[in-house]
């Protein structure tokens, strides 16, 4: 091992223990102890990330009360670049925090990352983007946070099922017994588009409903993006979309905002559905215009990064504080958001 990388080790370890010895209440020093943690978003104004970050700002200052600590949470946008996002990650351990948080760019660019958090004896959390499998495997230190694509699909399919089992003709509108329907995915080679794609309408086709693809393209999980591609759909198909599949909410959002420019009333929308139950999403719920979401648990990804980030830099067994899969994961459970529970997802 190199004599720099193992010297910035070795201080990360060195640390580690003396946080263990005060068991991170700063009972052996003067002041509660400082435990620093670096957050490398891909993007922050995407709604649902932003949604993260603001229920990381709220638990941090939770935990701070609950273990008489000082936590800094240093949050850093990678707008999309991996580069950006890598050099990122560089200062963060350059700087000596003791834990990085990362929502990767690039799902399949872990590895770099997780050699230099490796490198420096510092772990790394990615959320909400996984990684791939055999990345985060290269070292004990790597952990993941997130929630399972199949299963948004899968509910999000649910709703569309639920509807047309409750009035097939709403949804049929051209009576031919056939759901026809356009999908908004999100960026190319992401798992959580990939899968939401492919088990939302698998899970009709199972149930034995006839749907046809009139159209498909991603918008990167854009509100303005998507809203451009359903209005050249609206122009060649028109009517014939009788449902809107997107892998979010702010392209489902998209979808409305260019339904709506072409003077759709409201009876003649289409029957539209997201993932992630953002606020402005349960708002166009309210309103009528989005059927349905499936919540995507952000204060929950939240709420885990928080609790295991103090952990890991206290000392503890992660296990002790969250519940791991294999050891590398800690997975939340998505739920399906309709007219008839909006409430119970509603901020009082």
Known sequence: MEYRAWRRRTAGLLLLALLLLAGCSGSSREGPVTVRIGVALYQQDDTFISTVVQHLEQFAREEEQARDIKLNL?????????????????????????????????????????????????????????????????WNGAYYVGSDG?????????????????????????????????????????????????????TLTQAGVATEKLANDTANWQRGQAAARMQLWLEEFGGQIEVV???????????????????????????????????????????????????????????????????????????????LTDGKYVWLSYATVTQDNLADFRSP
């Open 74 to 138: 240093n949050v850093a946008d990678g707008r999309g670049s991996q580069s950006a996002q890598n050099e990122q990650v560089d200062r963060f351990l350059s700087q000596g925090y003791d834990v990085i948080c990362v929502n990767i760019v690039d799902r399949t660019a872990a590895a770099v990352i997780i050699d230099k958090a490796q490198a420096a004896g510092v772990p790394v959390l990615f959320f909400n983007r996984e990684p791939v499998e055999e990345d985060l495997a290269r």
């Open 245 to 323: 599949f997107a892998n979010n909410d702010d392209m489902a959002l998209g979808a409305i905002d260019a339904c709506l420019d072409a003077g759709l009333t409201a009876e003649e929308l289409p029957f539209i559905v997201g993932v992630d139950a953002t606020p402005p999403a349960l708002d166009a719920m309210e309103e009528g215009a989005l059927k349905g979401t499936v919540q995507n648990d952000a204060a929950g990804q939240a709420r885990a990064l928080v609790e295991l980030a103090c952990a890991l830099a206290c000392g503890e067994k992660p296990e002790g504080v969250v519940e």
């Open 150 to 202: 199949a299963q948004s699909g899968q509910l999000q399919g649910g709703i569309v099922l639920d509807a047309w089992r409750a009035d097939p003709a709403g949804l049929d509108r051209s009576g031919d017994g056939v759901l026809q329907y356009v999908m908004l995915e999100g960026e190319p080679g992401h798992q959580d588009a990939l899968l939401r794609t492919e088990y939302s309408v698998k």
